[in-house]
C-alpha cells in the first residue's frame, strides 16, 4: 500500500463529506495504493452513519467517546498495522479540506525521490485559493509576544513569527521546514515507527509540532511540498467549542515546552502569556461596556483567560 490516510472527524458532516468526495475524486486520476482511515469521535450529527452509507469503501471507525485528535489518530494507524501490508506512508488530513488531484502524488513521489525526509507538508489555501501559511518554525518566545501583540501585519507574516516567506511557496521548489500544519502532514512509515505515535497527552493542538520536533531530533528532514495544493476552511471542528478549544490551546502549548523547552523559557513564555491575557480581559470588559459583545460572551471569555492564567 502506498498511503494511508486518516481523517478525525466531529461534528463536521457535510464537510467531511466533502472532504471523503475531494480524496476519492484525485484517488480516481491517481494510480496510488490507498486505503482510508475515518475516526468519527462520537459526533451526535449523523456524521458515522453519512460515511458508512456514502463512503463503503473507507475505514471508518466510530468512537463512543471524543478521543480527541492524537488518541483518535493512533486508533486509526494501529488499525493500519492489523491489515495485511502497512501503508508506506500516513498523510494526518483534517476533514476541512478539499485535495487538488496531484497533491496526493505529489506529495507521496517526494517522500519516495528523497530517503532522509521523514514528514512533508501541502500548500495550503483559503475556500477563495488564497494563499495560507502552511508551513511554520517551531514556536519562539518572539511568537508568544506577537500572539498578544501583534504590531503590524509584516511582523505577524514574518520569520519573526515563525512564517516561510511567501515567496518560497511562490517558487513551487520543496523547501525545508521546521513543521506543517497538521491539516495536511504525511509521515513515511519507517519514520512514523522510529519516533512513535503521537502523544496522546495533547487533546487537540501542537500535537504535530511534538511529533516534528521528535522527527528531527531523530534525524528526519521535514519539507513543505508548494506543488500539492489543498485547500483549508480553517476551524470549522475547533470554532463549535471555542472557549474550550481556547484552554486546550493553551495546555497543548505548555505540555510542548514542557517536553522541549528549557525551565527558562517555561517562565519567560508563562510571563508574557498573563501579561498578554490580562490585557484581554480589559479588552473584553471595555468592549462589554461599549456594548460591543455580551455580558454572556465577556464572562466566558474572561473566564478562559483566567483559567489559562492560572496555568
Not at 494511508?4 to 458532516?13: A, D, E
Not at 478521543?67 to 483534517?94: C, W
Not at 519573526?160 to 504525511?186: C, K, S, T
Request: aromatic share 10%.
Amino acid at each position: 500500500m502506498d498511503l494511508g490516510i486518516v481523517l478525525v472527524s466531529y461534528n463536521t458532516r457535510e464537510i467531511t463529506s466533502a472532504c471523503l468526495a475531494s480524496v476519492y475524486r484525485a484517488l480516481d486520476a491517481s494510480e496510488l495504493d490507498v486505503r482510508v482511515w475515518v475516526v468519527d469521535n462520537a459526533s451526535p450529527d449523523g456524521s458515522a452513519v453519512l460515511i458508512r452509507e456514502e463512503y463503503p469503501q473507507a475505514t471508518l471507525i466510530a468512537s463512543q467517546e471524543n478521543l480527541g485528535f492524537a488518541k483518535a489518530t493512533n486508533l486509526a494507524i494501529q488499525n493500519m498495522r492489523e491489515v495485511d501490508s502497512t501503508p508506506r506512508h500516513v498523510l494526518l488530513l483534517n476533514p476541512d479540506t478539499v485535495v487538488s488531484p496531484d497533491a496526493l502524488p505529489l506529495m507521496v513521489s517526494f517522500l519516495e525521490e528523497h530517503p532522509r525526509v521523514g514528514i512533508v507538508g501541502a500548500q495550503l489555501l483559503h475556500e477563495d485559493g488564497s494563499f495560507q501559511h502552511g508551513a511554520f518554525h517551531f514556536p519562539t518566545l518572539w511568537m508568544a509576544f506577537l500572539d498578544f501583540w501583534p504590531v503590524n501585519h509584516r511582523l505577524t507574516n514574518s520569520r519573526l513569527n515563525g512564517r516561510y516567506p511567501r515567496r518560497w511557496y511562490e517558487q513551487g521548489v520543496p523547501f525545508p521546514i521546521d513543521h506543517p500544519l497538521g491539516a495536511a502532514l504525511m509521515i513515511r512509515w519507517k519514520a512514523l515507527d522510529q519516533v512513535g505515535p503521537l502523544d496522546e497527552e495533547y487533546f487537540m493542538y501542537c500535537e504535530e509540532i511534538d511529533w516534528c520536533l521528535r522527527a528531527k531530533a531523530a534525524g528526519w528532514e521535514i519539507y513543505c511540498v508548494p506543488q500539492a495544493k489543498i485547500v483549508h476552511l480553517v476551524g470549522q471542528s475547533t470554532k463549535q467549542f471555542r472557549d474550550e478549544m481556547y484552554l486546550a490551546l493553551w495546555r497543548s502549548r505548555y505540555r510542548l515546552f514542557g517536553k522541549h523547552y528549557s525551565r527558562l523559557y517555561g517562565l519567560l513564555v508563562r510571563l508574557i502569556v498573563r501579561a498578554g491575557l490580562r490585557r484581554e480581559v480589559r479588552r473584553a470588559r471595555e468592549a462589554l461596556r461599549q456594548g460591543d459583545i455580551s455580558s454572556d460572551i465577556a464572562q466566558r471569555r474572561s473566564a478562559a483567560y483566567e483559567q489559562v492564567m492560572e496555568m
